[in-house]
């Protein structure tokens, strides 16, 4: 058996009767012998939204359960915790009378106002029309059916009223609904624990637009949802500005990351390996050969291959070269070095001198003739003497 504090919600009468004790309104308080529906939040259950509790008519109506309303405290709005003798006279407006009575299925009090302010609130054409009692009482959590056939999921009994509360809006309308035992308070009243501030909040209500709901409720009540929407406002805000962040975050590192890549990327492509090594040191070998061959005064020392070809060129044609395009330079170089590598016949000959076919030196043989023939000559003249 489970012990929660409860807060129903009724509308009185509306008719407020002056007596030489104040003045006095009837209200049904209370209903017996039906099934009303809870929220699971509300009742402390996890599993389910919604508990169907049976009110027995015997148990609303038992006279342990009757003789608890009488005196109890009118006040305005719930106060937390309830009203005790240490705050009776800071919260009471009033009081239910004694003539507390059944009527039918339902339980029936005068409502008697003593306190002007409270007097006024209620006359007043927007003034609040709700009730709602504030009581403790045991809650079995056991399945069954009533004898109307209606199923429950458990049981509600014993009852004991702490007070009834004056409310512009009661929490669960015009049906029955648990309190806010989580916080031990008798139902989710925006109101303080002062009857002079609470009935000024009561007297004036305002509609808030919540989620395209509208919500009526007290200037109190407005002003809390209306922080609460802004506090929202400011969260759903800075969640945003902090995901753009995150965002624009990874988008830099993704750039950073990029921009390192791509300049590794370039340091691979300058590093040579040993086979393009050894080809671009034995091409270089081959380009100064030709150029040194070709123009042999030219100075390479440096120069860029196509610096190189430009020079040799120039140093063999002039100025004829100026302005000429990088193509032109090269086929004019590839041109000469072709030329280079021809044949002269004349050029081998004085650098190797000509042969015979048997190999002899014509220019030896030529000289060593004409001294022989010198030698010989005084044998032809007048004088020379005739062999027999």
Same mark, same amino acid.
């Given at each position: 058996?489970?012990?929660?504090k409860?807060?129903?919600?009724?509308?009185?009468?509306?008719?407020?009767?002056?007596?030489?004790?104040?003045?006095?309104?009837?209200?049904?308080?209370?209903?017996?012998?039906?099934?009303?529906?809870?929220?699971?939040?509300?009742?402390?259950?996890?599993?389910?939204?919604?508990?169907?509790?049976?009110?027995?008519?015997?148990?609303v109506?038992?006279?342990?359960?009757?003789?608890?309303?009488?005196?109890?405290?009118?006040?305005?709005?719930h106060?937390?915790?309830?009203?005790?003798?240490?705050?009776?006279?800071?919260?009471?407006?009033?009081?239910?009378d004694?003539?507390?009575?059944?009527?039918?299925?339902?339980?029936?009090?005068?409502?008697?106002?003593?306190?002007?302010?409270?007097?006024?609130?209620?006359?007043?054409a927007?003034?609040?029309?709700?009730?709602?009692?504030?009581?403790v009482?045991s809650?079995?959590?056991s399945?069954?059916v009533?004898?109307?056939?209606d199923?429950?999921?458990?049981?509600?009994?014993?009852?004991?009223?702490?007070?009834?509360?004056?409310?512009?809006?009661?929490?669960?309308?015009?049906?029955?609904?648990?309190?806010?035992?989580?916080?031990?308070?008798?139902?989710?009243?925006?109101y303080?624990d002062r009857?002079?501030?609470?009935?000024?909040?009561?007297?004036?209500t305002?509609?808030v637009l919540?989620?395209g709901?509208?919500?009526?409720t007290?200037?109190a009540?407005?002003?809390a949802?209306?922080?609460l929407?802004?506090? =929202? &406002? !400011?969260?759903a805000? @800075?969640? *945003?500005? +902090? $995901?753009? %962040?995150?965002?624009?975050? =990874? &988008? !830099?590192a993704d750039? @950073?990351? *990029?921009? +390192? $890549?791509? %300049?590794?990327?370039?340091?691979? &492509?300058k590093v040579?390996?040993?086979?393009d090594?050894?080809k671009r040191?034995?091409?270089?070998?081959d380009?100064?050969?030709?150029?040194?061959?070709?123009?042999?005064?030219?100075?390479?020392?440096?120069?860029g291959?196509?610096?190189?070809?430009?020079?040799v060129?120039t140093a063999?044609?002039?100025?004829?070269?100026?302005?000429k395009?990088?193509?032109?330079?090269?086929?004019?170089?590839?041109?000469?070095?072709e030329?280079?590598?021809?044949?002269d016949?004349?050029?081998?000959?004085?650098?190797?001198?000509?042969?015979t076919?048997?190999?002899?030196?014509?220019?030896?043989?030529?000289?060593?003739?004409?001294v022989?023939s010198?030698?010989?000559?005084?044998k032809?003249?007048?004088?020379a003497k005739?062999?027999?």
């Amino acid at each position: 058996m489970t012990e929660i504090k409860f807060t129903d919600a009724m509308i009185h009468d509306g008719v407020l009767r002056k007596t030489d004790d104040g003045h006095v309104v009837h209200a049904r308080v209370a209903r017996g012998g039906n099934v009303q529906n809870y929220r699971g939040s509300e009742m402390g259950v996890t599993d389910r939204d919604v508990v169907r509790i049976y009110r027995p008519s015997d148990a609303v109506f038992a006279r342990n359960a009757i003789n608890t309303y009488a005196r109890k405290p009118i006040t305005i709005g719930h106060p937390e915790g309830g009203v005790s003798d240490e705050t009776w006279k800071d919260l009471a407006v009033g009081e239910i009378d004694r003539d507390v009575v059944r009527d039918g299925e339902f339980v029936s009090v005068p409502l008697l106002f003593r306190d002007a302010k409270a007097i006024t609130m209620m006359q007043a054409a927007d003034g609040p029309r709700e009730l709602s009692m504030g009581y403790v009482a045991s809650v079995d959590f056991s399945d069954g059916v009533t004898p109307d056939g209606d199923s429950y999921d458990a049981i509600m009994t014993d009852f004991r009223m702490n007070h009834v509360a004056v409310v512009p809006l009661a929490r669960g309308g015009k049906e029955l609904r648990i309190g806010d035992g989580a916080d031990a308070r008798w139902g989710a009243s925006p109101y303080n624990d002062r009857k002079d501030t609470i009935m000024a909040d009561a007297i004036n209500t305002r509609t808030v637009l919540i989620d395209g709901l509208s919500v009526v409720t007290t200037d109190a009540g407005a002003q809390a949802l209306e922080k609460l929407q802004g506090t =929202i &406002a !400011d969260a759903a805000k @800075k969640m *945003a500005d +902090a $995901e753009t %962040a995150h965002a624009k975050a =990874i &988008a !830099d590192a993704d750039a @950073k990351l *990029a921009k +390192a $890549e791509a %300049a590794l990327d370039a340091e691979k &492509a300058k590093v040579l390996s040993d086979a393009d090594l050894d080809k671009r040191v034995a091409d270089r070998a081959d380009l100064l050969a030709v150029a040194k061959g070709i123009a042999p005064d030219v100075k390479t020392a440096g120069l860029g291959d196509a610096a190189i070809r430009k020079a040799v060129v120039t140093a063999k044609l002039g100025d004829a070269v100026e302005g000429k395009s990088d193509a032109y330079i090269d086929a004019r170089f590839d041109i000469l070095a072709e030329n280079l590598n021809e044949a002269d016949p004349f050029a081998d000959g004085l650098k190797s001198g000509v042969k015979t076919a048997n190999d002899a030196d014509p220019a030896g043989t030529a000289y060593a003739s004409n001294v022989a023939s010198m030698a010989d000559a005084w044998k032809s003249g007048p004088n020379a003497k005739k062999e027999a």
